[in-house]
Nanobody
């Protein structure tokens, strides 16, 4: 069984920073792309950032250089450093990854962590 567990969400003032982390655990043979998505109230889930196993990254247009995705050397943990946060960044942030578990590749989601940007 595979789990993705996020941490690091919370309340922050506009202009502040937060660092989200996501750890994968379970019967894992390999992890491919690790991603962050977010879902704002009343909106569809959208891609925030992608990191491939090769280290390539891609970001949603709204990020505009404010967020940085990173991955540990063991490639089982992905982080999202968020700077210059805006009220419109308020959302539930989800970790997502393609994981090989016991020879089968599946797409997995974490439970989400709330980020609230407000004064």
């Amino acid at each position: 069984q595979v789990q993705l567990v996020e941490s690091g969400g919370g309340l922050v003032q506009p202009g502040g920073s937060l660092r989200l982390s996501c750890a994968a655990s379970g019967s894992i043979f390999g992890i491919y792309d690790m991603n962050w998505y977010r879902q704002q109230p009343g909106k569809q889930r959208e891609l925030v950032a992608v990191m491939t196993t090769a280290g390539s990254t891609n970001y949603g247009e709204f990020v505009k250089g404010r967020f940085t995705i990173s991955r540990d050397n063991a490639k089982t943990t992905v982080a999202l450093q968020m700077n210059s946060l805006k009220p419109e960044d308020t959302a539930v942030y989800y970790c997502n990854a393609d994981i090989n578990s016991r020879g089968r590749v599946g797409n997995y989601w974490g439970q989400g962590t709330q980020v609230t940007v407000s004064s």
